[in-house]
């Protein structure tokens, strides 16, 4: 089974501009998180969907949505970037909506200059 | 207060020894933890979960869980360098997952 894919793996932008993180859950999973990490706060939570609803929010402006598609695929998207933006962006999936055990991607590395 | 509370560490133990990682967690009602390891540039794999009040082992990994402390913690027996990674631990509440900051564990050769 292929694991959880997200692209691109590496982004540089510059300040005022919008991005968009995409991410593939293992083949069957359902439920797909993202989290933010950097090297002073650690995992923090930004979102989680599960059939196509969100169903949980972290405290992260509204400059940081994201949206579920039909095959489960996620794609979070940050407008306005600022340079506090820069970091690992970490999608996981799980089977169900019960998301206790997560499989995390690679993250994509976004830079923002 | 943080919701999850770890020592950044780094810790250092020499390879044979037990390392000890702690987490404290702020929400009394809390239901499931885990820990996870990340290896430099990688992404965090789940390693063990605890859902009840005592010692869960396996294999050199034991995870310890008191919920009227609200605290958890890891011990890996017999640490061996290729353990040198961030553990993180995480909380599981109210259909959200949230992690600590992380433990950096180097156990020397």
């Known amino acids: 089974k292929a694991g959880v894919t997200q692209t691109p793996r590496y982004l540089i932008k510059t300040r005022g501009q919008q991005v968009t993180l995409s991410c593939s859950p293992i083949?069957?999973?359902?439920?797909v998180s993202w989290y933010q990490q950097t090297p002073g706060q650690g995992l923090q939570f930004l979102f989680e969907y599960f059939s196509e609803t969100q169903r949980n929010k972290g405290n992260f402006p509204g400059r940081f949505s994201g949206r579920q598609f039909s095959n489960s695929r996620s794609e979070m998207n940050v407008s306005t970037l600022e340079l506090g933006d820069s970091a690992l962006y970490l999608c996981?999936?799980?089977?169900?909506?019960?998301?206790?055990?997560?499989?995390f991607g690679s993250g994509t590395q976004l830079s923002v200059l | 207060q943080k919701e999850v509370e770890q020592n950044s560490g780094p810790l250092s133990v020499p390879e044979g020894a037990i390392a000890s990682l702690n987490c404290t967690y702020s929400?009394?009602?809390?239901?499931?933890f885990f820990w996870y390891r990340q290896y430099s540039g990688k992404s965090p794999e789940l390693i063990m979960s605890i859902y009840s009040n005592g010692d869960k082992e396996d294999g050199r990994f034991t995870a310890q869980l008191n919920k009227a402390s609200q605290y958890v913690s890891l011990l890996i027996r017999d640490s061996q360098p290729s353990d040198s990674a961030t553990y993180l631990c995480?909380?599981?509440?109210?259909?959200?997952?949230?992690f600590g900051a992380g433990t950096r564990l180097t156990v020397k050769p």
């Open positions: 929400d009394r009602v809390s239901q499931s």
């Open positions: 995480a909380v599981y509440n109210n259909n959200d997952m949230r």
């Open positions: 083949s069957g999973h359902r439920s």
């Open positions: 996981a999936s799980s089977p169900d909506k019960r998301s206790e055990k997560l499989f």
